[in-house]
């Protein structure tokens, strides 16, 4: 659970070494130059580090430039778009690595994506309406899920994650700013259309995994959906024009 501890180190905490937890001084944060002039290594215990810092900083640095990009300005919205796209990423990563949720994040994604309907204006019953279908939906998939498990197997592990259901929250909470003052109709084939790209990619991403690891047969009891779940988000963004007009969508 997210302590006010473990939230505030997120917020004013100071990074450390992964393996001597010695807490590093400024010259030891400059993005990638640091990583390289160390010889990927820590510069106080010699052990090496992980791809991944480097690669979370490259993909913060794509973030903010992918929103820029696709809203041609810098304004308190693009920032705070920024920050939440930013938010989902560390959560993608967590999920790769880890097979868990950034309960942290996903607090602070969850407020900014309460913030953004706030400055956009979004009908109060409409937002909480998109939030309650794809909560719901996805809370149906996952006790589906624990029940097939244990018809099957008599077990009790989670074929899909609650963490993914929690996330399914901030996912919900985005539809409105992309989507405006639909039907519920509406809102369910757009979160069709979401579900199966997530479940594609999903499965393909687990494939991958697999085959980058030299295992002869795929399985796909472990997926890291969080980035499936992205994935299947931005294809619903870039599409958006193309369902609004395919679709033959109506408004309130």
């Not at 010259?27 to 480097?54: A, E, M, N």
């Not at 039907?183 to 085959?211: A, E, P």
Request: charged share 15%; proline share 2%.
């Amino acid at each position: 659970m997210p302590t006010w501890k473990v939230m505030k180190w997120f917020l004013f905490g100071r990074s450390e070494c992964q393996h001597c937890q010695h807490t590093l001084q400024r010259y030891d944060l400059f993005p990638i130059f640091s990583f390289v002039s160390t010889g990927w290594k820590c510069r106080y215990c010699k052990k090496k580090l992980s791809w991944r810092y480097p690669g979370l900083e490259i993909g913060t640095v794509l973030c903010f430039l992918w929103v820029y990009m696709m809203m041609g300005e810098i304004s308190v919205m693009s920032c705070l778009i920024s920050i939440l796209v930013w938010l989902i990423f560390l959560n993608m990563m967590r999920d790769f690595y880890r097979y868990e949720l950034h309960t942290t994040a996903s607090i602070w994604a969850w407020i900014l994506v309460i913030i953004l309907n706030v400055i956009w204006k979004t009908d109060f019953f409409y937002f909480w309406e998109n939030v309650g279908v794809v909560v719901g939906v996805f809370a149906l998939i996952y006790l589906m899920g624990r029940w097939i498990i244990w018809i099957k197997y008599r077990q009790r592990w989670e074929w899909f994650g609650f963490g993914d259901v929690i996330f399914s929250a901030i996912i919900g909470g985005i539809f409105p700013l992309m989507f405006h003052n639909l039907f519920l109709l509406d809102i369910l084939q757009i979160l069709c259309v979401f579900v199966i790209v997530s479940c594609i990619s999903g499965i393909i991403m687990r494939f991958v995994m697999n085959l980058c690891q030299k295992e002869k047969k795929a399985d796909f009891k472990l997926i890291p959906f969080v980035p499936a779940m992205s994935f299947g988000l931005l294809v619903v963004l870039l599409s958006k024009n193309f369902l609004l007009t395919f679709l033959h969508f109506g408004v309130y």
